[in-house]
């Protein structure tokens, strides 16, 4: 009988885990799932932003390419032009992909005289701006292009 006593100073042998042991090996996993779920969130938002970036240069591109085919007496009239989001068409008149249901453009038209440096030349033409924006009115894209007068 005294054989199954333990001694004084002898430790029982432990079985599985203790309650504390179980506690930190949840903590670390949680600590882990929340930075997997943080990593993924963020790749998401940042691949949302990059296709809002994409289609909103896209979109600008086309309606400058759009406004690069008006003759020049006509481009001061799309000075104020603006397509709000979700309502952009192409030349043709028909309604963008759903892609494009994110952005918005404008464009303005203004006459300018630059110069060039080192000639001294004047040149009178219209500098033509167009930009996409989104929903809350933050500017993704913009085109910037000088069209000179035509020699007369």
């Known amino acids: 009988m005294k054989a199954h006593r333990r001694k004084l100073g002898q430790r029982r042998q432990r079985n599985g885990f203790t309650l504390m042991e179980s506690l930190m090996a949840a903590g670390i996993l949680l600590v882990i799932v929340v930075a997997v779920t943080s990593a993924i969130t963020a790749g998401q938002q940042n691949a949302f ?3 809002q970036r994409i289609a909103a ?17 006509n481009l001061s009239g799309w000075n104020g032009y603006t397509e709000p989001v979700g309502t952009m068409t192409d030349i043709g008149g028909q309604p963008m992909p759903l892609s494009f249901n994110m952005v918005g453009r404008q464009a303005e038209v203004t006459t300018t005289l630059k110069t060039l440096s080192g000639l001294g030349v004047n040149i009178r ?11 809350d009115g933050r500017i993704l894209a913009s085109v910037t292009r000088f069209v000179p007068e035509p020699a007369s």
């Open 57 to 73: 240069t896209l979109a600008a591109e086309e309606l400058m390419g759009r406004l690069g085919t008006e003759p020049w007496d």
């Open 49 to 51: 932003e990059a296709h």
């Open 125 to 135: 033409g219209r500098t033509v701006v167009v930009r996409a924006f989104d929903a």
